[in-house]
């Protein structure tokens, strides 16, 4: 069974600028997660689907991240305008249903300069 | 905060040794995760106990969990220099959050010498 797919695994953008990650799921996974982790901190939830609609975004912050999932399967997340404090792993992750074990991808690791 | 919160921080342990790490929330759960990360790599998942459960094993892992003092540990017997890595656990919580939604806490980085 195929993991979780992030692209792309480094980025390095200056700030101001936007960048945006994708995720491809387990397949047949219906949740899918965006975590952010700075560095020496465990990772923190910014947004939850079930299918394609948003179950929890309370930790996005709306005015620069958006989240979309086409067709409840792949998912991108955007940073426009990026900040310099936007500097971590964005990890994805899926599972099942709404409560069972999430399935980690590799992430992406975002230096903003 | 809904967050766990591992202890110690940083553990070393020379292989062979036990190494145990724990882990302490604030709100009521429906389960508790523990999670490994190896470095630069995302998260694996290693053990799931429910909260109706006191002890799980699986290998060379042994999780408990005490309800009544909110609090989880996790035990790796005969450790190997490969169990190097981040753990964390994380958990959800029964009431005021989204259903499946984890919390983690900062982690405990273990250091396994060969």
């Known amino acids: 069974e195929a993991g979780v797919a992030q692209s792309p695994r480094y980025k390095i953008i200056e700030k101001r600028q936007s960048v945006a990650f994708w995720c491809n799921p387990i397949s047949g996974h219906a949740t899918l997660y965006w975590y952010q982790q700075i560095l020496g901190q465990g990772p923190k939830l910014l947004i939850q689907f079930q299918n394609n609609g948003v179950v929890d975004d309370s930790q996005l912050p709306k005015d620069r991240f958006s989240a979309e999932r086409l067709k409840g399967v792949d998912s991108t997340l955007k940073i426009q305008p990026a900040k310099l404090e936007d500097s971590a792993v964005y990890l994805c992750?899926?599972?099942?249903?709404?409560?069972?074990?999430?399935?980690f991808g590799p992430g992406t690791r975002l230096t903003v300069l | 905060s809904q967050q766990g919160e591992e202890d110690p921080q940083a553990l070393s342990i020379q292989e062979g040794e036990n190494a145990t790490m724990n882990c302490s929330y604030k709100t009521s759960i429906n389960n508790l995760q523990w999670y490994r990360q190896n470095s630069g790599r995302g998260l694996v998942h290693l053990i799931l106990i429910r909260s109706n459960e006191r002890e799980k094993h699986s290998g060379r892992l042994r999780v408990t969990l005490d309800t009544s003092k909110k609090s989880s540990s996790l035990l790796i017997t005969a450790s190997r220099a490969a169990d190097t890595a981040s753990y964390f656990c994380?958990?959800?919580?029964?009431?005021?959050?989204?259903?499946?939604?984890?919390?983690f806490g900062r982690g405990t980085q273990l250091t396994v010498w060969p």
């Open positions: 992750a899926s599972s099942p249903g709404d409560t069972d074990t999430q399935y």
């Open positions: 994380a958990t959800d919580a029964i009431r005021g959050s989204t259903l499946g939604r984890l919390y």
